[in-house]
């Protein structure tokens, strides 16, 4: 079954770009631009990844991201993710960028786009992984903050398909942004957000009334409130759903506690992501393995999770049936 789930080709829709930061790419970074780091060595930063809730986790996430100064360095960080993605077969990734949290450190929207396109469109070229860009506005900034931030987005729209919402879920319900996803709708951009993580559920509707989202990211909250859950299977509303991240950020108190074969029995579209890998634990394939090693999910179950990550993937018809092709053809 390892094997299998190693071969399986897979889709990820819930990747934070500054989130596979690897301590080893974190201290080449801050030798390159001469950045002086609170950690001894890669290992004492390793360590120091050790996290309570969603705001302990943040605190030192955004820490990391100040060595990430100039296109290569992005770049650079794209590559190594795409090349997680190439051991671990992923076919389509949908990645987020927070550009406000470079943007606050003086680092031009511009630079941050070009190198993340670069390497994706490399990956394209060079490892037959396909890629789309959301950009998340972070929640715990104000609503015009977004506004400045998607004016800075309007020159590079041809490299975003989508916005996105995210950082600290309490205290920031998805209804304060309803105006700056409006107009991001209005700009042809689809969305999503963040909700039901450590919000409640409320937080769910709210995106899905309020922001007209066309995907949940994590949403497992959901299931505390059973009407939702219907009414999600109904909608068809996927659910882009991070196993390790959870665990590690104490949503629940381990894996055989996790509800996604629950949601996934239920008729709801699930989908299987690493979230923040380098802090969490696990890329694409070690997120696979752990929800089948806890929840004992089955070949068709796991091959489901596929499929539907490549249903609620932002790709054309087209491109969507090429990669239903290729799943179809390992199974």
């Not at 309570?52 to 060595?67: E, H, M, P, R």
């Not at 396909?130 to 020159?155: G, N, V, Y």
């Amino acid at each position: 079954m390892e094997d299998f789930i190693r071969k399986l080709p897979k889709v990820e829709l819930h990747l934070h770009i500054e989130g596979s930061l690897e301590p080893e790419l974190m201290f080449t970074l801050a030798e390159r631009n001469n950045i002086s780091l609170p950690y001894a060595s890669v290992e004492e930063a390793r360590n120091a990844y050790q996290f309570t809730d969603l705001q302990s986790f943040l605190d030192i996430y955004y820490q990391g991201a100040n060595v990430l100064q100039t296109k290569q360095d992005f770049f650079d960080l794209t590559w190594a993710y795409l090349l997680r993605c190439q051991e671990d077969n992923v076919i389509h990734t949908e990645i987020f960028f927070d550009p406000q949290t470079h943007t606050q450190r003086g680092i031009p929207f511009a630079t941050v786009v070009a190198g993340i396109s670069d390497a994706l469109e490399k990956a394209e070229k060079e490892l037959g992984i396909s890629s789309l860009l959301i950009m998340c506005f972070l929640r715990h900034l104000s609503e015009q903050d977004a506004f400045d931030t998607l004016e800075q987005a309007k020159p590079h729209l041809d490299k975003i398909v989508a916005v996105g919402l995210d950082s600290s879920e309490l205290g920031h319900p998805p209804e304060k942004f309803s105006r700056v996803f409006s107009a991001s709708r209005q700009l042809g951009l689809r969305c999503v957000a963040h909700a039901g993580e450590e919000g409640p559920p409320a937080n769910i509707r709210s995106a899905i009334d309020d922001l007209h989202v066309e995907r949940i990211d994590h949403g497992v909250k959901c299931a505390s409130d059973r009407k939702l859950v219907d009414e999600l299977a109904r909608m068809k509303m996927p659910l882009t759903v991070c196993p390790l991240s959870n665990i590690k950020l104490c949503v629940f108190s381990s894996m055989e506690q996790h509800n996604f074969l629950y949601l996934l029995k239920k008729g709801v579209c699930v989908t299987i992501n690493s979230d923040d890998p380098a802090f969490f634990g696990g890329y694409m394939t070690d997120n696979f393995l752990a929800v089948h090693k806890a929840l004992n999910l089955t070949r068709p179950q796991l091959v489901q999770c596929t499929m539907n990550a490549i249903e609620a993937c932002f790709l054309n018809q087209k491109n969507k049936k090429n990669l239903l092709k290729i799943v179809e053809s390992y199974y």
